[in-house]
Nanobody, 121 residues
Framework: QVQLVEFGGGLVQAGGSLRLSCAASGSFFSIQRMGWYRQAPGKQRELVADISNGDSTNYADSVKGRFTISRDNAKNTVYLQMSSLKPEDTAVYYC???????????????WGQGTQVTVSS
């Protein structure tokens, strides 16, 4: 079984920082892409940032310049460093990844359980 396990959510004051991490575990051959989504109450889930296996990155305009996504291939882990946090960043953050299992010919998509980030003002 493949799982994405998230860490690092919490409560922070506006202007502060948090780092989220997401570790892939289980039996798989490779990771093609990992990213972070978020969903605020009453809003649609949106892409925050993602990173390819070649370390190409993309960011939502709302977080560009404040958030940084990175990965540690040896640990099968993706990180989201969040700085200059704003109240509008408050949401449940979900890790997402495309992974190929050993026995599969194509990749499958997986979601983490979500971690709450609350930014107070």
């Amino acid at each position: 079984q493949v799982q994405l396990v998230e860490f690092g959510g919490g409560l922070v004051q506006a202007g502060g920082s948090l780092r989220l991490s997401c570790a892939a575990s289980g039996s798989f051959f490779s990771i093609q892409r990992m990213g972070w989504y978020r969903q605020a109450p009453g809003k649609q889930r949106e892409l925050v940032a993602d990173i390819s296996n070649g370390d190409s990155t993309n960011y939502a305009d709302s977080v560009k310049g404040r958030f940084t996504i990175s990965r540690d291939n040896a640990k099968n882990t993706v990180y989201l460093q969040m700085s200059s946090l704003k109240p509008e960043d408050t949401a449940v953050y979900y890790c997402n990844g495309w992974l190929k299992r050993w026995s599969a010919s194509v990749s499958s998509n997986y979601w983490g359980q979500g971690t709450q980030v609350t930014v107070s003002s």
